[in-house]
C-alpha cells in the first residue's frame, strides 16, 4: 500500500517538473536564474534552453551553402558526405 503511494507521489512530482520544463532563452544578457534548474531524486537538472552561439567566418564563405562550405574547406571527404 505505502510502495503504491510512493509511486503514485512519485509520478505527481514528475508531471509538475515537466510543466515546468518549459524552454527557456539563456543569453549572456540574461544569464541562468536560480528557476531554472529543477531538482528530481536529489539531482539538479538544467531547464531546456536556447542558446544564441555568434561565431566569425572568412569573408570567402560568404553566401555559401554549409555543404559546399564542408566540401571546399575539408576535402577530406566527398561531398556527398557532408549532404
Known amino acids: 500500500m505505502k510502495r503504491d503511494r510512493d509511486e503514485a507521489e512519485e509520478e505527481g512530482n514528475e508531471e ?3 510543466r515546468k520544463m518549459e524552454i ?5 544578457a540574461h544569464p541562468a536564474q536560480k528557476q531554472d534548474y529543477v531538482f528530481h ?5 538544467v531547464r531546456p534552453y536556447y542558446f ?3 561565431s566569425h567566418v572568412n569573408k570567402r564563405w560568404e553566401g555559401k551553402t554549409i555543404v559546399d562550405l564542408f566540401a571546399q574547406e ?3 571527404r ?3 558526405y557532408y549532404a
Open 16 to 18: 509538475r517538473n515537466k
Open 24 to 28: 527557456v532563452w539563456q543569453t549572456p
Open 41 to 45: 531524486n536529489g539531482k539538479r537538472h
Open 52 to 54: 544564441e552561439f555568434v
Open 74 to 76: 575539408f576535402r577530406g
Open 78 to 80: 566527398s561531398r556527398d
